[in-house]
Nanobody
Framework: QVQLAESGGGLVQPGASLRLSCASS????????MGWSRQRPGQQRELVAS???????NYSDSVKGRFSISRNNALNTATLQMNLLQPEDTAVYYC?????????WGQGTQVTVSS
């Protein structure tokens, strides 16, 4: 079964940057959107960034201007560039992809922002 895998998480200080990557274990045909969600401690998972196959992007207010999503349609990969990280960005970050009515999710990567 095709799965997504995230990488690039870690522990950083406030104000630092991280770049998360997402790749699939196999070919997923017809991906029309990819996104990044996060789950902060004690909170529900929230979508922070998404990108359509047209290139249209959307961000949550909490990350707008600091995070940037991109994707490679041919390789079914996505990245999330995170700048000016703050302690409130601490969360498990998940990559997801939509193909038709099917959702694919990764296992998540931990991002911790702390001094």
């Amino acid at each position: 079964q095709v799965q997504l895998a995230e990488s690039g998480g870690g522990l950083v200080q406030p104000g630092a940057s991280l770049r998360l990557s997402c790749a699939s274990s196999g070919k997923i045909a017809g991906i029309w959107a990819m996104g990044w969600s996060r789950q902060r401690p004690g909170q529900q998972r929230e979508l922070v960034a998404s990108i359509l196959d047209s290139g249209y992007t959307n961000y949550s207010d909490s990350v707008k201007g600091r995070f940037s999503i991109s994707r490679n349609n041919a390789l079914n990969t996505a990245t999330l560039q995170m700048n000016l990280l703050q302690p409130e960005d601490t969360a498990v970050y998940y990559c997801n992809a939509y193909s038709g009515n099917t959702e694919f999710w990764g296992q998540g990567t931990q991002v911790t922002v702390s001094s």
